[in-house]
């Protein structure tokens, strides 16, 4: 048995390659930036009224200013601003040539008539002329971004926010990664999938559907392959297949040490080499990680998760080992966000010799709470949680107060 920071290692330290495709920008969340972007001009790319105002010399507060000109959001301002005189600006707009100021339209007032808005022509007054608090209200040019500033980097993993910036860029086709297929078998006589009812001794498939949605949301493929029995012949076969177009492979159920339990056997018959097959981690003792090298090269060609069939061992292990697998092939950051977090209450346990992994509630303030936990079929503690607790090995009592690793789940 490895420890499990041993088995993350193992993992991270045989990734797969991949090739790098133009998709466009409509289609690039999930994906991975396969190159840096760098900006094509500056951002904001001219001095910009941050207010709907009147752009003018601060010098001139004090002073009744003429309207010159009424300058929209995108219009180029045409005339120059001189002393006592001043433009209409709309947000977003340039700003006027001579100006450095916009006094905000709710500080101004129109002469003469105070009711209406003032246009070009008449003549406005500053109500709250104090130069010391007088904000300029301009955005200068390239404030934000500078023309070729790196503004995303290999490996960014697309979010909503990150496709701002590529099309403030104007990448309109982006190149990314392209994404892994990864190819899912759910083995087990007992399980039915979620459209039968099962009979007494049958349970549904909850981690294949579960793991497809992991798969999805980690920037992959997932090609489901259904579920599998627990004989040696259908399970190679199922595995043979899903190998010839897929570069991972997950397995559920199969690796446990059960009469049934083929796994192991027929993926070292079709080439694999395992490269650990227990952690001392719980939930996910049985935990398998095999891998294939191309031909006469150090490459890893393809990769092999095997996970116990449990689902809420399946989660836990896609999340700390595939997600981060996936992360780093892509030339991305490790996605498990962990912090330290201080319990509020007490919590024991019998055996030590594994890492204990629990679904637990983060709170704003800190501290994390334990939600009561039957163990690694236990979905619905799962679904409460918003985090999962270590417990390293060795210790079998936590106490109020006591800080802990906590991953915040995603
Ligand atoms: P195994 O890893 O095959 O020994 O299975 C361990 C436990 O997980 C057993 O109670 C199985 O019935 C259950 N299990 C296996 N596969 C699934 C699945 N796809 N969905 C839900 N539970 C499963
Ligand atoms: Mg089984």
Not at 394 to 409: C, M
Request: proline share 6%.
């Amino acid at each position: 048995m490895i420890k499990f920071e041993q088995a993350i290692e193992i993992v991270l330290s045989h990734t797969l390659e991949t090739d790098q495709v133009l998709i466009p920008l409509a289609s690039s969340m999930g994906h991975f930036l396969a190159s840096n972007i760098y900006a094509d001009r500056d951002m904001p790319p001219f001095n910009k009224s941050a207010v709907d105002g009147y752009a003018c010399r601060g010098v001139d507060i004090e002073k009744e200013l003429k309207v010159i000109e009424n300058i929209p959001a995108g219009y180029s301002p045409k005339l120059k601003i001189s002393a006592g005189c001043c433009s209409k600006i709309m947000t977003g707009a340039k700003l006027p040539e001579g100006a450095d100021t916009v006094i905000m339209v709710e500080e101004v007032i129109k002469v003469a008539k105070e009711s209406e808005a003032a246009d070009t022509g008449d003549f406005i007054r500053y109500v709250n002329p104090d130069r010391k608090k007088l904000k300029n209200n301009i955005c200068l040019k390239g404030e934000d971004i500078k023309e070729d500033e790196l503004v995303l980097a290999t490996g960014t993993f697309i979010k909503p926010q990150h496709i701002a910036i590529l099309a403030a860029v104007g990448s309109n086709n982006v190149p990314v990664f392209k994404p892994f297929d990864i190819g899912l078998l759910s083995t087990g006589d007992e399980i039915v999938e979620p459209d039968s009812v099962p009979d007494e001794v049958q349970i549904r498939n909850s981690n294949g559907w579960q793991l497809r949605a992991q798969v999805m949301r980690s920037g992959a493929v997932a090609n489901y392959y259904g579920i599998v029995p627990d004989n040696e012949k259908s399970l190679k076969d199922a595995i043979e297949k899903a190998l010839l177009n897929n570069d991972i492979l997950i397995l559920t159920g199969g690796v446990s040490m059960g009469d049934f339990d083929f796994v192991p056997s027929i993926i070292k018959d079709l080439g694999f080499e395992i490269l650990f097959d227990k952690v001392a981690v719980q939930p996910g003792k049985p935990s398998t990680f095999a891998i294939k090298k191309e031909p006469d090269s150090n490459k890893t060609e393809k990769v092999i998760f095997a996970l116990p069939g449990n689902p809420v061992s399946s989660f836990i292990q896609f999340e700390l080992l595939i997600r981060p697998f996936i992360f780093k092939s892509m030339h991305s950051r490790n996605p498990v966000m962990w912090f330290e977090m201080t319990s509020v209450q007490d919590y024991k346990r019998k055996h030590t010799e594994r890492k204990a992994l629990i679904p637990v509630i983060a709170s704003p303030d800190g501290t994390f709470s334990i939600i009561n936990y039957n163990g690694s079929a236990h979905i619905l503690a799962l679904a409460k949680a918003n985090a999962i607790a270590e417990i390293p090995e060795g210790i079998s009592f936590i106490g109020i107060g006591d800080k802990l690793r906590v991953f915040l789940l995603q």
